[in-house]
């Protein structure tokens, strides 16, 4: 459990922030008075996975004229939005002493565990790597010939072979505050939003930019008892190669 208080960068108002390390979840306490967007610019181990995150807003039961608590209006109260991951606007259209708490998914540690694209993987087999050499400078003789350099233009780099545990179409606790991801989220991590693209990875604070190894990705269907139910799952087999 981490905790600190944030003061805003454009007004004398403080949040306070508590860091959840084992479900990785960040929650904001905020109690004050907004008549303009406060601006906080929050710690490294506070950023948010989401680049642009809008949170929940609250809303405000005003009472009309009558005084009637029955006989009232609601209107919109905080407006929460992160900007570039750590930059959190707490405004409102209607100046007032607002009182709340918002949480969200936190950016994982890098000094612990898998990673892929900025999401913990828990449910990775240990598995496989390897080094392999990659010449950078490769040219022709006036024959055609190909001429490597065997000087410090050749460098090593490492392909990873990575299994799943069995992946059914919903999350699961494996250990203690440890879920497996859905076989669908899981797919959508490993592959990125579109062919071709990077794949960040970071084993245990060691970053790497891979890529996933072309007709790597392999299944096989196993069967596993799952909240008590038995699930026919898929244990995923695939390759990344470091570029």
Same mark, same amino acid.
């Given at each position: 459990?981490?905790?600190?208080?944030?003061?805003?960068?454009?007004? =004398? #108002?403080?949040? %306070? @922030?508590?860091?959840?390390?084992? *479900?990785?979840?960040?929650?904001?306490?905020?109690?004050?008075?907004?008549?303009?967007?406060?601006?906080?610019?929050?710690?490294?181990? !506070? +950023?948010? =996975?989401?680049?642009?995150?809008?949170?929940?807003? =609250?809303? +405000?039961?005003?009472? #009309?004229?009558?005084?009637?608590?029955?006989?009232?209006?609601?209107? $919109?109260?905080?407006?929460? +939005?992160?900007?570039?991951?750590?930059?959190?606007?707490?405004?409102?259209?209607?100046?007032?002493?607002? +009182?709340?708490?918002?949480?969200?998914?936190?950016?994982?540690?890098?000094?612990?565990?898998?990673?892929?694209?900025?999401?913990?993987?828990?449910?990775?087999?240990?598995?496989?790597?390897?080094?392999?050499?990659?010449?950078?400078?490769? !040219?022709?003789?006036? *024959?055609?010939?190909?001429?490597?350099? %065997? $000087?410090?233009?050749?460098?090593? %780099?490492?392909?990873?072979?990575?299994?799943?545990?069995?992946?059914?179409? *919903?999350?699961?606790?494996? $250990?203690?505050? =440890?879920?497996?991801?859905?076989? *669908?989220?899981?797919?959508?991590?490993? %592959?990125?939003?579109?062919?071709?693209?990077? @794949?960040?990875?970071?084993?245990?604070? #060691?970053?790497?930019? $891979? @890529?996933?190894?072309?007709?790597? @990705?392999?299944?096989?269907?196993?069967?596993?008892?799952?909240?008590?139910?038995?699930?026919?799952?898929?244990?995923?087999?695939?390759?990344?190669?470091?570029?």
């Amino acid at each position: 459990m981490r905790i600190e208080t944030i003061k805003a960068s454009n007004t =004398q #108002n403080t949040i %306070k @922030i508590t860091r959840n390390n084992i *479900e990785e979840w960040i929650s904001i306490e905020f109690n004050f008075f907004i008549n303009e967007t406060n601006i906080f610019e929050l710690p490294e181990w !506070a +950023k948010c =996975q989401d680049e642009s995150f809008i949170g929940d807003v =609250q809303a +405000k039961f005003i009472p #009309n004229d009558s005084g009637n608590i029955e006989d009232r209006t609601v209107q $919109t109260g905080v407006i929460i +939005k992160f900007v570039d991951y750590n930059i959190l606007h707490i405004s409102t259209s209607f100046p007032d002493t607002y +009182k709340g708490i918002i949480g969200y998914e936190s950016t994982p540690t890098e000094d612990r565990g898998i990673i892929i694209n900025g999401i913990r993987i828990h449910c990775l087999i240990p598995g496989t790597s390897e080094e392999f050499a990659t010449m950078l400078s490769i !040219a022709r003789n006036h *024959e055609g010939g190909l001429i490597a350099s %065997k $000087t410090l233009d050749s460098s090593y %780099k490492n392909i990873f072979n990575f299994s799943t545990v069995p992946l059914c179409n *919903e999350e699961y606790e494996i $250990t203690k505050n =440890q879920f497996a991801h859905s076989l *669908e989220e899981f797919l959508n991590i490993i %592959k990125g939003k579109f062919i071709g693209s990077w @794949i960040y990875l970071v084993i245990n604070g #060691n970053k790497y930019t $891979t @890529i996933l190894k072309e007709g790597s @990705i392999s299944y096989r269907e196993v069967k596993a008892r799952i909240n008590n139910k038995n699930k026919l799952c898929r244990v995923i087999n695939f390759t990344l190669e470091e570029v």
